[in-house]
C-alpha cells in the first residue's frame, strides 16, 4: 500500500492505496526548500521590479495611496509581504494616506478576526482597512465599457487614488488562467454588477478559459482592460508552495510582472495528465478548503484525470460551508446536475445570477464522473443535497468508489488540485 497524504484544512487526509492500481500522483516541481528568507525573496522583488521604476519612487508626492489586498479565502502570507510593501511606500513618502482595500470581489465581507489571522495585530491596529461590497453600488464609479460590452463599475476609492497598487499570489486558475495581477481589479474590487458580467457563461465555455490560459481568454481580457482603467501602477506578487511559503516574487507592471511571475509557475505547476478511473484530489487545504463553493477549483484538476463516468475524491474541510447561498440553492432548487447546466447554459451575459460560473463548473464536472466529498459529519446533509457523495475520510470514499467501479479500478492522486496545471 501506498500512503499519500492531501492538505486538508490546517491538516491533512492521509489516502492509503495500493501501489498496483496507483497510476500517478501529479504534484507542482516546487523543487528544494529555498535558503533565502521569504521576507529577503519579496525584498528583492520589490528592489527590482519589472517594467517600472521602485515603488519608492512612484509614491512620491502621491497624496492618497490605496493598496488592493486579498482576502480571508486567499493564502497570500500578508503578514510577511505587507509590512515590506508598507515600508517601500513610506520609504519614498512618510506622509502619505494609505488605504487596503481588501478585495472581496463577490465573497462575503472578511471579518476582524480574519484580519487579524491575516495581516496580524500590529497592522489591523495601525492600518486604515476598508472592505470591499460588490454589492453597494453607492460606493462604485463607473470606468467604461468592458472589451466584452459589460460595464466596469470599480470600488470608488480606486477613482480617488492618486496611486492604485495590489499585492496577490499567483498560482493556476480554473477559468482566469492564472490568479494575481489584474485580478486584484476584477473582480477583486469590482461592482457585483461587472463581476456578473464577466462570469457569464458563454465566457466559461470558451476552451480559453482554463488553467494556464492567459492568451484569447474572455475572461483575462476583460480582467486586464479593468486594471487599466483603475491605472493600477504596481503590482506585488508572489508564488508560495504547498506550506504556503513565499519560494518567489514579482513586483512592477501589472501586466509585464505578472506574466513574468506566471511563466514561472506556469514552470513549477504544470503536469502532464494521467487518466485514471479515480482521481482523489484536495483543495490545498486552508483557506481555499472552506466551502464547497472554492473546492469546485481542485475538482477541475481531478476533471483532466478522470475517465468519463469514473469517481472523483476532494478532500476539504468545509469550515464556511457551502460558500454562497446563491451558489447552493443552484442544486437545492433542482434534481440534478443536469438540470443545473441546462438551466445556467440559456442565461445571457446580462442576466448572469450570482455565483452562477462556480455552478456551472461543478455541474460539468458532476456531468462527467461520481462526486465524492470528504469532510466532516456536520457536513454530510450540505453534500448530499447538492447531489454529492459523503464520506468521512479519503479511505472511506477509495473503498465506496472502488464498489462502484470494480476492484481494479485506477487511481490518479492529485494531493494539491489548486495547486497544478494539468
Given at each position: 500500500?501506498k ?64 493598496v ?36 472581496t ?30 454589492q ?27 496611486l ?61 482592460f ?29 501586466e ?17 495528465p ?6 482523489v ?49 443552484w ?15 440559456s ?76
Amino acid at each position: 500500500m501506498k500512503a499519500i497524504e492531501l492538505p486538508f484544512g490546517h491538516g491533512k487526509q492521509t489516502l492509503h492505496v495500493e501501489e498496483s492500481r496507483l497510476q500517478a500522483v501529479l504534484a507542482p516541481a516546487h523543487g528544494e526548500k529555498q535558503s533565502e528568507s521569504q521576507q529577503a525573496i519579496v525584498q528583492a522583488a520589490l528592489e527590482n521590479p519589472v517594467g517600472t521604476p521602485r515603488l519608492c519612487e512612484l509614491v512620491q508626492g502621491k497624496a492618497k495611496i490605496v493598496v488592493i489586498t486579498s482576502d480571508h479565502t486567499r493564502p497570500v502570507p500578508s503578514a510577511v509581504t505587507m509590512p515590506l510593501l508598507l515600508r517601500e511606500i513610506r520609504k519614498g513618502n512618510p506622509d502619505a494616506h494609505i488605504t487596503l482595500l481588501v478585495a472581496t470581489g463577490m465573497h462575503r465581507p472578511t471579518t476582524e478576526a480574519e484580519l487579524r489571522a491575516k495581516y496580524g495585530d500590529e497592522i489591523v491596529d495601525n492600518e486604515t482597512f476598508v472592505i470591499h461590497k460588490a454589492q453597494e453600488m453607492e460606493n462604485m464609479t463607473f470606468f467604461g465599457t468592458l472589451p466584452s460590452g459589460g460595464e466596469l463599475w470599480l470600488n470608488r476609492l480606486v477613482g480617488e487614488a492618486d496611486l492604485v497598487i495590489s499585492e496577490g499570489f499567483i498560482e493556476p486558475h480554473f477559468f482566469a488562467g492564472f490568479s494575481g495581477g489584474r485580478k486584484s481589479i476584477l473582480p477583486g474590487v469590482a461592482s457585483a454588477k461587472t463581476v456578473l458580467y464577466n462570469h457569464n457563461a458563454r465566457f466559461l465555455q470558451s476552451p480559453h478559459a482554463r488553467q494556464g490560459s492567459l492568451d484569447e481568454n474572455p475572461i483575462h481580457r476583460d480582467m486586464l482592460f479593468a486594471a487599466q482603467q483603475a491605472k493600477l501602477a504596481f503590482i506585488l506578487n508572489v508564488i508560495i508552495d504547498a506550506d504556503k511559503r513565499v519560494i518567489a516574487a514579482f513586483s512592477g507592471h501589472h501586466e509585464q510582472a505578472h506574466r513574468a511571475g506566471c511563466r514561472l509557475c506556469e514552470t513549477l505547476t504544470r503536469v502532464e495528465p494521467v487518466v485514471s478511473d479515480i482521481a482523489v484530489t484536495s483543495n490545498g487545504g486552508y483557506p481555499l478548503d472552506q466551502n464547497v463553493y472554492q473546492s469546485v477549483k481542485g475538482m477541475t484538476a481531478a476533471e483532466s484525470c478522470v475517465r468519463e463516468g469514473g469517481a472523483i475524491i476532494i478532500c476539504a474541510a468545509l469550515g464556511d460551508g457551502h460558500g454562497g447561498e446563491a451558489f447552493y440553492r443552484w442544486f437545492a432548487d433542482r434534481a440534478s446536475a443536469a438540470e443545473v447546466a441546462q438551466a445556467i447554459e440559456s442565461v445571457p451575459p446580462e442576466n448572469t445570477f450570482m455565483d452562477q460560473w462556480e455552478a456551472q463548473i461543478l455541474a460539468r464536472v458532476m456531468l462527467k464522473a461520481n462526486c465524492w466529498f470528504v469532510t466532516g459529519e456536520e457536513n454530510r446533509a450540505l453534500i448530499e443535497t447538492v447531489h454529492m457523495r459523503w464520506a468521512p475520510d479519503a479511505d472511506t470514499a477509495l473503498a465506496e468508489a472502488t464498489a462502484l467501479l470494480g476492484a481494479n479500478a485506477t487511481v490518479t492522486v492529485i494531493p494539491d488540485g489548486v495547486g497544478v496545471i494539468v
